[in-house]
């Protein structure tokens, strides 16, 4: 059974850094794709960074692109969202996924892909003065 656990969320200033993490157990990440997603009230969710074992390149949105770091830690089955000079319209709910890479590319599953993912319980990410 694949399970997500999000944490690192909280509340932070404008300008400031948070990092989120996401510990994924239950399946072999070298074959799936792992995302960040958010959501915020009254909106559609964002995938906003995507990685897989078959794409060398990371997926960002363009909202948080050159702001925003994925990374993973494979001995730990941990990913981390570093994110830095926040904004008020970061503010949002962050969610992890996961689902098996089918070889379509990060952006595929940042985009379109992720319905029917494994997800997390979701961290709040408050950025507010």
């Known amino acids: 059974q694949v399970q997500l656990v999000e944490s690192g969320g909280g509340l932070v200033q404008p300008g400031g850094s948070l990092r989120l993490s996401c510990t994924i157990s239950?399946?072999?990440?070298?074959?799936?794709?792992i995302g960040w997603f958010r959501q915020a009230p009254g909106k559609e969710r964002e995938g906003v960074s995507c990685?897989?074992?078959?794409?060398?390149?990371?997926y960002y949105s363009d909202s948080v692109k050159g702001r925003f770091t994925f990374s993973r830690d494979n001995a730990k089955n941990t990913v981390y969202l570093q994110m830095n000079s926040l904004k008020p319209e970061d503010t949002a709910v962050y969610y992890c996924?996961?689902?098996?890479?089918?070889?379509?590319?990060?952006?595929?599953?940042?985009?379109?892909?992720?319905?029917?993912?494994?997800w997390g319980q979701g961290t709040q990410v408050t950025v507010s003065s």
């Open positions: 239950g399946t072999n990440l070298d074959y799936y794709y």
């Open positions: 990685l897989s074992g078959s794409d060398a390149t990371t």
């Open positions: 996924a996961t689902d098996l890479d089918v070889g379509y590319g990060n952006s595929y599953f940042c985009t379109t892909g992720a319905d029917r993912a494994h």
